[in-house]
């Protein structure tokens, strides 16, 4: 393979440094008139946390415009009731955007699309019109060269060297570390397939990640460092693994970064530290190692890390495994009552085990669910509260009106883009939670009504529950009675 000592690929990047500029993004969108459309950045894409950064509600003309400060380029967001789409920005610029209601090229799903955005009158330097160029770029060069024929010879490596030089030379004058950072690590990616004359692992860490500074913000990067470092636990020695599995019994943040440090691909200290992080996130659904001992790490690297953004992602990190978990104390919630002009909150039921059930009125499987939970309603409504929150994006026909104000139990109708739908991390429907009588996650997600693959139902959880509820009340009266025979008193 070709020394390309003067390849974009090996230049040691300086990030430019922006201080915050106003961004505009205008448009239009198809069948949202009034819904609110909302802009988030992602904060890292190891936690995955996002930020709101804007929004607006969409005008009677399906028009939109909103407005928020960038310190630096960055991926954006789009949202818009269900639907999910993203474009890039740069500081300091005006975008001009088109959003539709679904895919033209998948099936529409009620429950949310993931649809592409379309741009009007993009310059060539904007930052979303350089990466659509490269990313068809790198589509016909695998279009062509990857196929069984050429990464089975030598013949798809040479390629390869070739299309590095072509880039590094194209881009050469590009002055945006974000592009050049997207480039870099689409092209590692390309040295991740199989071919004759690929990369060794080692060869990999010291070509794109030994040097580079560590891009939280960068999806190519966090993506290929991601999947370098995947089960990295279960990759290093069998020497390293073992004390790595000690560092953990003992809760000690310090010889786990020690432990990782032994390994080759692990010598630059502030991959150590992400990945230490990192590593703990993947196993701590695992039966290998007590929960507690992970997140008393994480909390410690949390406040004493080495890296002011390690600090930050391992603070998010902790917040991702345990939100929702069961044990965890319920998110609140608002809900007005207009009936009874009244505010329901999480306290509001704290007392009783409650079941909240999250439907879409519009999808067939909702009336299914709701049959089968009305004998189980008959059954166990003494013991837990039945909550049913319905997602109204539009106005519910006559029909719908009339079939929901016959269930029997609590429900309210919220828009899509109430708090509660995000505070509980409701994606798709039907969805379920059930909360204990202190309120406390019991389960999250919660099993349904549908038996599911073992054929259990929610009503086998209700049933432990009742009688777990009857022991105790019963255990709780026998006690008091024995005491009327207690000669100590």
Same mark, same amino acid.
């Given at each position: 393979m070709k020394t390309l000592t003067s390849l974009l690929l090996i230049i040691c990047f300086t990030p430019l440094i922006f201080g915050q500029k106003t961004t %505009? $993004?205008? @448009? #239009? +969108?198809? @069948?949202f008139v009034g819904k609110k459309i909302?802009?988030? +950045?992602?904060?890292d894409y190891f936690s995955l946390k996002d930020? #709101? $950064? @804007?929004?607006? $509600? $969409?005008?009677?003309d399906s028009s939109f415009q909103v407005e928020f400060p960038l310190e630096h380029t960055e991926k954006i967001i789009v949202k818009c009731h269900k639907n999910t789409g993203f474009i890039y920005a740069d500081p300091g610029t005006t975008l001009t955007i088109s959003l539709p209601d679904k895919d033209p090229y998948n099936a529409y799903r009620p429950q949310g699309n993931k649809v592409e955005i379309a741009f009007l009158n993009l310059p060539k330097t904007d930052i979303n019109f350089k990466i659509l160029e490269f990313d068809k770029w790198v589509t016909d060069f695998l279009g062509v060269y990857y196929n069984r024929k050429t990464t089975s010879t030598i013949l798809f490596s040479e390629k390869l060297d070739t299309f590095k030089l072509n880039v590094e030379a194209y881009y050469k004058k590009d002055t945006s570390f974000f592009f050049k950072t997207y480039v870099r690590f689409s092209i590692a990616s390309l040295e991740d397939i199989n071919f004759v004359g690929s990369k060794t692992r080692i060869e990999k860490y010291l070509f794109y990640l030994k040097d580079f500074p560590v891009t939280y913000e960068n999806e190519r990067y966090s993506s290929y460092l991601n999947l370098f470092y995947k089960n990295i636990f279960a990759l290093v020695s069998t020497e390293i693994n073992t004390k790595i599995y000690k560092s953990i019994l003992s809760s000690s943040p310090t010889l786990l970064m020690q432990s990782l440090g032994l390994d080759a691909t692990l010598k630059n200290p502030k991959i150590r530290e992400l990945i230490a992080i990192r590593g703990l996130s993947e196993v701590y659904n695992g039966k290998d190692f007590p929960k507690t001992n992970i997140i008393t790490i994480l909390d410690s690297i949390s406040r004493f890390g080495l890296y002011k953004q390690n600090r930050y992602l391992s603070k998010s990190i902790i917040e991702r495994l345990t939100e929702l978990a069961p044990g965890m104390k319920a998110p609140n919630f608002e809900i007005i &009552?207009?009936? %009874?002009?009244? +505010?329901? +909150? #999480?306290q509001s039921f704290v007392g009783n085990y409650v079941y909240i059930q999250f439907i879409d009125p519009t999808l067939q499987d909702s %009336? %299914? &669910? #709701?049959?089968l939970l009305v004998p189980m309603y008959e059954k166990y409504g003494k013991t837990f509260r039945f909550v049913t929150i319905i997602d109204v994006q539009n106005e519910l026909t006559k029909e719908q009106k009339t079939y929901f104000s016959s269930i029997p139990w609590e429900k309210y109708y919220l828009p899509f883009d109430h708090a509660m739908f995000k505070k509980y991390m409701v994606k798709s429907f039907p969805n379920y939670v059930l909360i204990d009588d202190t309120g406390v996650l019991h389960s999250y997600p919660a099993a349904s009504p549908i038996p599911d693959g073992e054929y259990e139902t929610v009503e086998k959880v209700f049933y432990t529950i009742k009688r777990k509820i009857e022991v105790e009340k019963m255990n709780k009266e026998k006690s008091g009675f024995d005491d009327i025979y207690d000669d100590t008193k």
């Open positions: %505009k $993004i205008k @448009g #239009l +969108t198809s @069948g909302e802009f988030y +950045t992602i904060k930020s #709101l $950064i @804007g929004e607006a $509600i $969409i005008q009677n &009552h207009v009936e %009874k002009n009244d +505010t329901i +909150t #999480l %009336k %299914k &669910h #709701l049959e």
